[in-house]
């Protein structure tokens, strides 16, 4: 009987730890290889305030947890700047590091000899010290970590998390802090892999080098995937099947010689089959209604269009955004030179230009994705240069991609819903001690995207997933999203590229309600009957300058500007 406790307690053990890594890969994007070493510290900080310090329970698993999150903050700030591959490297020599202090620092902890004589848990009189009276903490510990993780994903926040793993940049163009998401996650989730230290040291007590090395995390990976990532109860299934498979094989006779050898080629063709066959994982992760915090009805009507306009329709024509002689170069290209632009309330501007010409790095310029080499950018008359993308957003100022960059794994309401600003939920401290309000405003917010959505006619896609629109779809549902920002300035990157004519007089109104609403508008543009039917005032870029300013039948019936571009 102590036997399958024990597994048991095993299983409780990696549950911690996949959940919480599916937390950082699985819903972050973050593919990090450091996991064991935030295990390690949570055991050796256990380890080392009981054996040492004499420090009663719960300071040992609270000093554990909050060491290890510490640790993980002052890694992530530098590391956490650059992604993909270098991510990989950057967490891959922490693990070494971290593995090599614990070898070699023996007068703290004990070199390869480890650490033991750590004392049991205790409840009471009873002590926990054996793997049945041990559930005892294991099972409530792991339920407890557990919520922490399905509250954080199943949140403002953790939508967020998934938007940053789809697009970072488009992430950040609708508001969200990338940095700020990147270490609260990364914290969380070496915490929580602290957490399963500090059992795993209080099971055993004793803790050595050898249980937390690179392939502890990569054994924890296995079960990420194998259990579905973005799915953190795929996260326990696989924890339960990784640790419980190798075990049952134990039972299957076999030629004695050769049974370990066989046991682990059962157990590896077990892995690739069900992997073959279930490539995302035995459990998948959650999309359409089932994703959603909240739900809504989307066929009932939850308010008027009118109402989603910020801003007033006064003051038409007041400058809300300038640029005065920018300029940008990449090495020895100038990309943008010497160019100035005004945006007005009210007003659609066009950019028109050949392809290279730089409007594309101007919009980057205007929206803080780039810096310039020199010259300047107001926002309602006060600098904005330097400011993040994000911040941008918050005070009035967002922009679409040229090449979308929707959410494509999220549903068409999540879309929408992920770029509504000033959320409550977007806090890790609200979405923990202040649930009721986060829930409440969510539904406030899930009734607002759905009125977005019905004003761009696609409330009848609202859980369909975003990759699975018409292109003419995914164009309306951009300017949706943009539009949930609530900016005042918005930059469209191309709107129209790529639509026939009957999508085209569809989404046209969409744009003038924008302008008539009193935000100022820009659009580059290369189909110049767009250009004809919205612009008021139009700029010609050549050779990352403005060539000509004015309405576009001015810059159309200029003879020169029709031998450069017009034809």
């Known amino acids: 009987m102590d036997y399958l406790l024990h597994i048991l307690v095993m299983v409780c053990l990696y549950a911690i730890l996949a959940s919480s890594f599916n937390l950082l890969i699985g819903f972050a994007g973050l593919f990090a290889l450091s996991h064991a070493a935030f295990y390690a510290l949570g055991a050796y900080a256990a380890a080392i305030t009981t054996t040492s310090l004499g420090l009663p329970f719960p300071l040992p698993l609270l000093i554990a947890v909050v060491f290890a999150a510490a640790m993980s903050v002052l890694i992530a700030l530098p590391a956490l700047r650059v992604s993909g591959h270098y991510l990989v490297v950057i967490s891959l020599a922490l693990q070494m590091i ?46 407890l970590c557990f919520w922490i993780c399905w509250r954080l994903a199943h949140s403002p926040f953790g939508r967020a998390l998934r938007a940053m793993r789809e697009n970072e940049d488009a992430a950040e163009a609708v508001g969200k802090n990338i940095l700020y998401m990147k270490v609260t996650v990364f914290a969380v989730s070496a915490g929580l892999a602290a957490i399963a230290g500090v059992l795993f040291a209080r099971y055993f007590t004793y803790v050595g080098a050898q249980s937390f090395t690179i392939d502890e995390t990569i054994y924890v990976l296995a079960m990420v995937i194998l259990g579905g990532t973005a799915n953190l109860w795929g996260s326990v299934l696989g924890a339960a099947i990784l ?64 109402d989603l306009f910020a801003g007033s329709k006064d003051n038409v024509g007041e400058v809300i955004l300038e640029g005065r002689n920018l300029r940008k170069s990449f090495g020895g290209i100038t990309a943008v030179s010497d160019f100035s632009i005004i945006l007005k309330k009210g007003q659609i501007t066009g950019l028109i230009g050949p392809n290279g010409a730089g409007k594309t790095t101007a919009f980057n310029l205007l929206t803080g994705f780039l810096k ?14 330097g400011r993040r993308p994000h911040e941008l957003v918050g005070a009035g100022l967002a922009r679409s991609f040229q090449d979308l960059r929707l959410f494509t794994k999220m549903t068409v309401i999540e879309n929408v819903l992920v770029a509504l600003p000033n ?46 629109l018409s292109y003419a779809e995914e164009k309306l549902l951009v300017v949706a999203r943009l539009l949930a920002t609530g900016a ?52 010609f870029l050549d050779e990352g300058r403005a060539m000509a300013v004015g309405t576009p039948e001015e810059l159309m019936s200029n003879p020169e500007l029709a031998t450069r571009y017009f034809g």
């Not at 069900?274 to 989307?298: C, D, H, Q, W, Y």
């Not at 310039?372 to 240069?385: C, F, T, W």
Request: proline share 5%; aromatic share 6%.
């Open 98 to 143: 971290v593995i090599e202090v614990i070898l070699n620092w023996t007068s703290l902890t004990g070199g390869t000899d480890g650490i033991s004589g750590i004392p049991a848990y205790t409840i009471g009189s009873l002590r926990l010290d054996s793997p049945g009276r041990f559930l005892l903490a294991a099972v409530p510990i792991t339920a």
């Open 243 to 306: 640790v419980i498979l190798p075990e049952l094989l134990k039972f299957v006779a076999l030629p004695v010689d050769i049974a370990d050898k066989l046991r682990l080629i059962i157990y590896g063709v077990i892995l690739i089959l069900i992997l073959r066959f279930r490539p995302e994982g035995l459990l998948t992760e959650p999309r359409g209604e089932k994703a959603m915090f909240v739900s809504i009805n989307a066929q009932e009507p939850v308010g008027a269009s009118n």
């Open 372 to 385: 310039p080499d020199s010259g300047e950018i107001a926002l309602r008359g006060k600098n904005i240069i």
């Open 488 to 539: 005042e300035v918005l930059l469209f990157d191309e709107p129209m590229s790529g639509l026939d004519p009957t999508t085209l007089a569809e989404i046209f109104p969409v744009i003038r309600k924008l302008a008539e609403s009193g935000k100022a508008v820009c659009i580059i543009e290369h189909n110049l009957d767009v250009i004809k039917e919205l612009c008021d005032v139009v700029y």
């Open 423 to 468: 959320q409550s939920g977007d806090s890790l401290f609200r979405v923990f001690f202040k649930r009721r309000h986060v829930r409440e405003e969510e539904r406030e917010n899930a009734a607002r995207a759905m009125e977005i959505l019905r004003f761009v006619e696609l409330h009848d896609k609202a859980y369909e997933t975003a990759e699975n």
